[in-house]
Protein backbone atom coordinates (compact mmCIF):
# COMPACT_ATOMS: atom_id res chain seq x y z
CA UNK A 1 0.00 0.00 0.00
CA UNK A 2 0.93 3.89 -0.83
CA UNK A 3 0.85 7.04 1.73
CA UNK A 4 -1.50 8.27 -1.53
CA UNK A 5 -3.74 4.86 -1.88
CA UNK A 6 -4.29 5.50 2.46
CA UNK A 7 -4.72 9.37 1.92
CA UNK A 8 -7.75 8.20 -0.80
CA UNK A 9 -9.02 5.71 1.79
CA UNK A 10 -9.41 8.52 4.38
CA UNK A 11 -10.95 10.83 2.30
CA UNK A 12 -13.66 8.75 0.92
CA UNK A 13 -14.80 7.19 4.59
CA UNK A 14 -14.64 11.09 5.49
CA UNK A 15 -16.46 12.36 2.82
CA UNK A 16 -19.42 9.63 3.27
CA UNK A 17 -19.10 10.56 7.30
CA UNK A 18 -19.56 14.17 5.36
CA UNK A 19 -22.50 13.18 3.90
CA UNK A 20 -24.09 11.45 6.60
CA UNK A 21 -23.60 14.02 8.45
CA UNK A 22 -25.45 16.61 5.51
CA UNK A 23 -28.20 13.80 5.23
CA UNK A 24 -30.08 14.75 8.79
CA UNK A 25 -33.23 16.32 8.21
CA UNK A 26 -33.03 17.45 11.56
CA UNK A 27 -29.13 18.90 12.69
CA UNK A 28 -30.53 18.64 16.47
CA UNK A 29 -30.87 15.18 15.82
CA UNK A 30 -27.17 14.91 15.22
CA UNK A 31 -27.05 14.93 19.01
CA UNK A 32 -29.87 12.94 19.93
CA UNK A 33 -28.93 10.07 21.99
CA UNK A 34 -31.67 7.28 23.01
CA UNK A 35 -32.09 4.48 25.60
CA UNK A 36 -30.62 2.02 23.51
CA UNK A 37 -28.11 4.38 21.42
CA UNK A 38 -25.55 6.29 24.05
CA UNK A 39 -23.48 7.72 21.51
CA UNK A 40 -24.46 10.92 19.55
CA UNK A 41 -23.56 11.09 15.78
CA UNK A 42 -22.02 14.18 17.17
CA UNK A 43 -19.94 13.13 19.35
CA UNK A 44 -19.01 10.09 17.28
CA UNK A 45 -17.86 12.79 14.51
CA UNK A 46 -16.16 14.33 17.66
CA UNK A 47 -14.24 11.28 18.98
CA UNK A 48 -12.97 10.35 14.70
CA UNK A 49 -11.44 13.55 14.25
CA UNK A 50 -9.53 13.79 17.92
CA UNK A 51 -8.66 10.29 17.37
CA UNK A 52 -7.36 11.21 13.70
CA UNK A 53 -5.48 13.90 15.10
CA UNK A 54 -3.82 12.05 17.61
CA UNK A 55 -2.80 9.26 15.62
CA UNK A 56 -1.80 10.56 12.64
CA UNK A 57 -1.52 13.98 13.29
CA UNK A 58 0.36 14.46 16.44
CA UNK A 59 2.63 11.11 16.20
CA UNK A 60 2.99 11.00 12.08
CA UNK A 61 2.70 14.62 11.25
CA UNK A 62 4.24 16.21 13.97
CA UNK A 63 1.53 18.69 14.38
CA UNK A 64 1.34 19.42 19.05
CA UNK A 65 -2.38 18.26 19.12
CA UNK A 66 -3.37 18.02 22.21
CA UNK A 67 -6.16 15.22 22.59
CA UNK A 68 -9.20 16.02 25.53
CA UNK A 69 -10.79 12.51 24.55
CA UNK A 70 -12.92 13.20 27.34
CA UNK A 71 -14.75 16.27 25.87
CA UNK A 72 -14.93 14.42 22.57
CA UNK A 73 -17.86 12.67 24.15
CA UNK A 74 -19.16 14.98 26.28
CA UNK A 75 -19.36 18.16 24.49
CA UNK A 76 -23.00 18.70 23.08
CA UNK A 77 -24.58 20.65 20.14
CA UNK A 78 -21.88 21.54 18.45
CA UNK A 79 -23.20 23.00 14.48
CA UNK A 80 -23.48 20.87 11.14
CA UNK A 81 -21.26 23.22 10.09
CA UNK A 82 -18.47 23.12 12.63
CA UNK A 83 -18.22 19.26 12.80
CA UNK A 84 -17.85 19.43 8.85
CA UNK A 85 -15.44 22.11 8.65
CA UNK A 86 -13.81 20.23 11.49
CA UNK A 87 -13.82 16.75 9.35
CA UNK A 88 -12.42 19.22 6.20
CA UNK A 89 -9.78 20.02 8.59
CA UNK A 90 -8.77 16.63 9.31
CA UNK A 91 -8.68 15.45 5.90
CA UNK A 92 -6.15 17.97 4.97
CA UNK A 93 -4.10 17.03 8.19
CA UNK A 94 -4.18 13.61 7.16
CA UNK A 95 -2.70 14.51 3.54
CA UNK A 96 -0.13 17.13 4.85
CA UNK A 97 1.15 14.38 7.39
CA UNK A 98 0.83 11.41 5.22
CA UNK A 99 3.06 12.90 2.20
CA UNK A 100 5.82 13.77 4.63
CA UNK A 101 6.41 9.99 4.74
CA UNK A 102 7.49 8.00 1.94
CA UNK A 103 6.03 5.02 1.00
CA UNK A 104 9.37 3.17 2.48
CA UNK A 105 8.53 4.63 6.23
CA UNK A 106 5.02 3.23 5.79
CA UNK A 107 7.09 -0.12 6.91
CA UNK A 108 8.50 1.56 9.73
CA UNK A 109 7.19 0.77 13.28
CA UNK A 110 4.77 3.36 14.47
CA UNK A 111 6.44 5.94 16.95
CA UNK A 112 4.51 4.48 20.01
CA UNK A 113 3.74 1.52 21.07
CA UNK A 114 -0.20 1.44 20.67
CA UNK A 115 -0.89 -2.21 20.66
CA UNK A 116 0.64 -4.66 22.83
CA UNK A 117 3.79 -5.28 20.36
CA UNK A 118 5.45 -2.60 17.95
CA UNK A 119 3.91 -2.07 15.17
CA UNK A 120 4.41 -0.76 11.33
CA UNK A 121 3.11 2.12 10.62
CA UNK A 122 1.27 0.66 7.79
CA UNK A 123 -0.75 -1.79 10.37
CA UNK A 124 -1.86 1.68 12.63
CA UNK A 125 -3.14 3.50 9.87
CA UNK A 126 -4.86 0.32 8.36
CA UNK A 127 -6.53 0.23 11.37
CA UNK A 128 -7.26 3.85 12.07
CA UNK A 129 -9.75 3.36 8.91
CA UNK A 130 -11.03 0.11 10.49
CA UNK A 131 -11.99 2.40 13.18
CA UNK A 132 -13.13 5.27 11.58
CA UNK A 133 -15.31 2.91 9.00
CA UNK A 134 -16.69 1.01 12.27
CA UNK A 135 -17.74 4.49 14.02
CA UNK A 136 -19.26 5.43 9.97
CA UNK A 137 -21.76 2.49 10.38
CA UNK A 138 -22.57 3.12 13.73
CA UNK A 139 -23.95 7.01 12.79
CA UNK A 140 -25.50 5.35 9.77
CA UNK A 141 -27.35 3.66 11.95
CA UNK A 142 -28.20 6.69 14.06
CA UNK A 143 -29.06 8.42 11.68
CA UNK A 144 -31.57 6.12 10.05
CA UNK A 145 -32.98 5.26 13.75
CA UNK A 146 -33.15 8.61 15.03
CA UNK A 147 -33.65 11.31 12.17
CA UNK A 148 -37.16 11.27 12.07
Not at 31 to 41: G, L, P
Not at 113 to 123: D, G, H, P, T
Request: glycine content about 4%; hydrophobic content about 35%; proline content about 1%.
Amino acid sequence: MTTNELITFFENELNTLITELELYKNEENIWRIDKNVSNSAGNLSLHLIGNLHTYIGKEIGKTGYIRNRELEFSQKNVSRTTLIDGIHETKEMIKKSLLSISDDELRNNYPILKFSKAEANEYLLVHLLKHLTYHLGQINYHRRLLDE
